[in-house]
């Protein structure tokens, strides 16, 4: 092939020439489906913009809603963002699958969009499968990892176990780790274009009655820098009090094991591990929780990982770098009296 060069040389040429070729995103032409609470974007979709940069190509942004001008002004002036395609509908208010999929589909067809991405939220799992479904490709999820163009890394396992994941499929659908990304930031001087997205059908399948929303004046668990979870070994909901009130000192959020949760000790919402929130804050202390590997797959991605557990044996050990046996209800009143105010 290169005839005129040694084939070292020759080896090195091509593989520059790949690289070169994968970090222009030559072909790359992303969707990014933006998700949005009150006025602002959720964080996860931040992250998920990342995840798109790192494929390079062209990045557009999918904005719907009832009144989305407001948060398409702020996607606007993402780094990365080239152009911002609105969908106002009152049947997108609440971010519904059963017409937002459809949306996509049709804005994938209309501009032959190579790979859609969004946070692996609530939202987003809601969401994308059912679009993967109806454009007849595999959904790739909780990616945490970009390879290439058709390849992507993700947990699997409860994160016991990483694969790599490589897609023969024409359209890549993806849902991004929020954890495993940088957040995206907003330039002033950057302002991508504006237009609308294309009509699509509203199916009607489903009506938005209401939600009920924990409201809490701590940190949001999800993005906390630290986090202070229970288990069982708290023994009830109001020796939580306990967490809280250290939590108060630390400006941390309260977390909680599904066993916890499943006690009614706490609400759902504070649930961390494989089926609850996946969270790596800076400090996460874990009080009274064994750590089953469900729960782990919550929080072992977590800078600094402190265990207070009256039983040293526990596996939670295993994942702490730093470890108390003790028993909770003294320790946690005592650690709670040294933290200054
Ligand atoms: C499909 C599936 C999904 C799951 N998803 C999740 C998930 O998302 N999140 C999750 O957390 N779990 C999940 N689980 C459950 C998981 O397997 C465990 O059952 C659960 O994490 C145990 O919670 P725990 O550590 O609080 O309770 P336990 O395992 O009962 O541990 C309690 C700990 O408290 C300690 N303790 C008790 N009293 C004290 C005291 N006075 N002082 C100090 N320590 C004390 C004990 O030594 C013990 O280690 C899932 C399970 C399945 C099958």
Do not use: C
């Amino acid at each position: 092939m290169f005839p005129s060069i040694p084939s070292r040389i020759a080896l090195q040429t091509r593989s520059a020439l790949v690289r070169r070729l994968y970090s222009t995103g030559a072909g790359v032409n992303s969707l990014l489906y933006v998700e949005h609470k009150d006025g602002a974007i959720s964080g996860a979709t931040l992250n998920a913009l990342t995840a798109a940069k790192k494929l390079g190509g062209s990045i557009t942004a999918l904005v719907a809603g009832d009144a989305p001008e407001g948060v398409a002004e702020q996607v606007a002036k993402l780094e990365g963002v080239s152009k911002v395609l609105t969908a106002k509908e009152s049947a997108y208010a609440n971010a519904l699958p059963e017409d937002i999929a459809p949306l996509l589909v049709e804005t994938q067809a209309q501009f032959g969009f190579t790979h859609l991405f969004t946070g692996h939220t609530a939202t987003g799992k809601n969401i994308f499968p059912r679009a993967a479904a109806l454009m007849d490709v595999a959904a790739i999820s909780d990616i945490t990892g970009v390879e290439a163009e058709d390849t992507f890394v993700r947990p699997i396992y409860a994160g016991n176990a990483i694969a790599t994941v490589k897609t023969s499929d024409k359209v890549k659908v993806i849902t991004v780790r929020g954890t495993a990304f940088e957040a995206a930031s907003a330039k002033e001087d950057h302002s991508a274009s504006q237009e609308a997205a294309p009509a699509a059908e509203k199916l009607g399948l489903t009506q938005w009655i209401g939600e009920e929303i924990q409201k809490s004046d701590r940190p949001d668990l999800g993005s906390a820098k630290r986090v202070i979870s229970g288990g069982r070994g708290m023994k009830n909901g109001e020796n939580f009090k306990l967490l809280y009130d250290l939590a108060d000192k630390l400006g941390a959020a309260v977390g909680a094991s599904r066993a916890a949760v499943d006690a009614g000790f706490v609400d759902n919402s504070l649930q961390v591990g494989q089926t609850g929130k996946i969270v790596a804050p800076e400090l996460y202390i874990a009080v009274g929780i064994s750590g089953a590997i469900q729960h782990l797959a919550g929080m072992k991605d977590s800078k600094t990982i402190v265990a207070i557990n009256k039983d040293a044996d526990a596996p939670i050990f295993q994942v702490a770098d730093y470890g108390l046996v003790d028993d909770l209800f003294k320790a946690i009143p005592e650690l709670t009296e040294k933290v200054g105010n």
